[in-house]
């Protein structure tokens, strides 16, 4: 089971990325996948996350600017960034958890299988 995450970058502020997350070796329909993000010093933080039945969550800091998706006959998850930041600068992580509830989709324990990391650079 791999998650294979692309689509980091230097961006200037204000500008957008498209991360993109390829799952192999299962299909993921059934699990809710989410997007994590740690800057340097600090913790792995929740960003975005979408569950099988389609119901999208946000971190209050992104909400507005970015969404997710998925494409499951590709068993791919996109996180749409728009109108970046330079605190969106992180390290970008996929991850897939099996049927997670409400509140427990920002939880990173919770998730089963992740993704390397995508660098994300918004520069001011």
């Known amino acids: 089971v791999q998650l294979q995450a692309c689509g980091g970058g230097l961006v200037q502020a204000g500008g957008s990325l498209r991360l993109s997350c390829a799952a192999s070796?299962?299909?993921?329909?059934?699990?809710?996948m989410g997007w994590f993000r740690q800057a340097p010093g600090k913790e792995r933080e929740f960003v975005a996350a979408?569950?099988?039945?389609?119901?999208?969550y946000f971190a209050d800091s992104v909400k507005g600017r970015f969404t997710i998706s998925r494409d499951g006959a590709k068993n791919t998850v996109y996180l749409q960034m728009d109108r970046l930041k330079p605190e969106d600068t992180a390290v970008y992580y996929c991850?897939?958890?099996?049927?997670?509830?409400?509140?427990?989709?920002?939880?990173?324990?919770?998730?089963?299988?992740w993704g390397q990391g995508t660098k994300v650079t918004v520069s001011s």
């Open positions: 991850a897939a958890g099996p049927r997670l509830i409400v509140s427990m989709i920002r939880l990173p324990s919770t998730y089963h299988y």
């Open positions: 070796g299962r299909t993921f329909s059934s699990y809710t």
């Open positions: 979408i569950r099988s039945g389609g119901g999208t």
